[in-house]
C-alpha cells in the first residue's frame, strides 16, 4: 500500500522529468496534446488561446513558446479531476 505522504505530486514529477521550470511548447504538444498541431499550437499561442499561459523569452519574434511546468501541472490535475468525476459517474 501507497503511503500519500511519500507519493510525488504532478509538479514534481513534471520537475523530475523535464529538470527545468520551463518546457517548451513543442515537448507538451507531443506528450500531453497530441491531438493538435504544433502549428495550431503556435497560432493558439499567440493569442494565449491555450489551457494554460505561455512565455516567450529574449527576442519576442525568434523566440520559442514556453510552459511553466506550474501551470502544466495544475491543467493535467485540472484536466484528472474532471476525468474522475466524469469515470464516478457513468459508473454509478
Not at 48 to 74: C, H, S, T
Amino acid at each position: 500500500m501507497t503511503n500519500k505522504a511519500q507519493t510525488l505530486n504532478t509538479y514534481q514529477m513534471l520537475f523530475i522529468r523535464y529538470m527545468s521550470p520551463l518546457v517548451s511548447l513543442e515537448t507538451v504538444v507531443q506528450e500531453y496534446m497530441n491531438n493538435m498541431s504544433i502549428e495550431h499550437a503556435k497560432r493558439f499561442a499567440s493569442k494565449q488561446q491555450l489551457p494554460f499561459p505561455v512565455v516567450r523569452l529574449g527576442e519576442k519574434a525568434k523566440a520559442a513558446w514556453m510552459v511553466n511546468i506550474v501551470d502544466l501541472a495544475i491543467y493535467i490535475d485540472q484536466q484528472t479531476a474532471i476525468a474522475k468525476i466524469d469515470h464516478t459517474s457513468m459508473n454509478r
